[in-house]
């Protein structure tokens, strides 16, 4: 088992910066591969990005590409999604998951371990 717990959320203006944290726990935790996926009102849950469970590949969707990051932080159990040039249309529940699968999948799926999730909102 992996528990997950996402922090950093909250409310900024258009083009602010937030990062967001997961700190994973469980006896094999850092050998998971980890994404970001977010959820706005009345939308499916959408992938952002994921790294993989050593840090050395990562994936983005085309609509954070170029303004957020996905890392691992030296201990390999926690992940950061630092987002930058934030935009109204990235306003959503953001939730940290957890795969046992090889590479770095982005299909909601394929992760088995999910956080509670943290509001993002960004005021136009």
């Known amino acids: 088992q992996v528990q997950l717990v996402e922090s950093g959320g909250g409310l900024v203006q258009s083009g602010d910066s937030l990062r967001l944290s997961c700190a994973a726990s469980g006896r094999t935790a850092s050998n998971y591969g980890m994404g970001w996926f977010r959820q706005a009102p009345g939308k499916e849950r959408e992938f952002v990005a994921a790294v993989s469970w050593s840090g050395s590949s990562t994936s983005y969707a085309d609509s954070v590409k170029g303004r957020f990051t996905i890392s691992r932080g030296n201990a390999k159990n926690t992940v950061y999604l630092q987002m930058n040039s934030l935009k109204s249309e990235d306003t959503a529940v953001y939730y940290c998951?957890?795969?046992?699968?090889?590479?770095?999948?982005?299909?909601?799926?394929?992760?088995?371990?999910w956080g509670q999730g943290t509001q993002v909102t960004v005021s136009s």
């Open positions: 998951a957890a795969t046992s699968l090889l590479g770095i999948p982005s299909r909601a799926n394929d992760y088995a371990f």
